[in-house]
Nanobody, 117 residues
Framework: QVQLVESGGGLVQPGGSLRLSCAAS????????LGWYRQAPGKQRELVAR???????NYADSVKGRFTISRDNVKNTVYLQMDSLKPEDTATYFC???????????WGQGTQVTVSS
């Protein structure tokens, strides 16, 4: 049974930082493509960042230079370091895992990030 469990969300002031974590089980973690998506109220879910099995990364334009995705294949955990947070980063953040070449994507339950003064 595949499980993705996010943690690290919370309330932060504009300009602050948070680090999200997502612990995975039930998959061969090292070969999966891992990602972070977010969904704000009334908006569509969007890709934030993705990291391949070899460590290649891609980011949404809105977070480039501020967010960093990384993975630890020993701890089976993917991280999202979020710096210089803005109110528009407020959303529920979801981690994902996808086997390369497959259309099947596993989703976590989400963690709330609120950026507000």
């Amino acid at each position: 049974q595949v499980q993705l469990v996010e943690s690290g969300g919370g309330l932060v002031q504009p300009g602050g930082s948070l680090r999200l974590s997502c612990a995975a089980s039930g998959i061969v973690f090292s070969i999966y493509v891992l990602g972070w998506y977010r969904q704000a109220p009334g908006k569509q879910r969007e890709l934030v960042a993705r990291i391949g099995s070899g460590g290649s990364t891609n980011y949404a334009d809105s977070v480039k230079g501020r967010f960093t995705i990384s993975r630890d294949n020993v701890k089976n955990t993917v991280y999202l370091q979020m710096d210089s947070l803005k109110p528009e980063d407020t959303a529920t953040y979801f981690c994902t895992a996808q086997f390369p070449g497959s259309v099947k994507t596993y989703w976590g339950q989400g963690t709330q990030v609120t950026v507000s003064s």
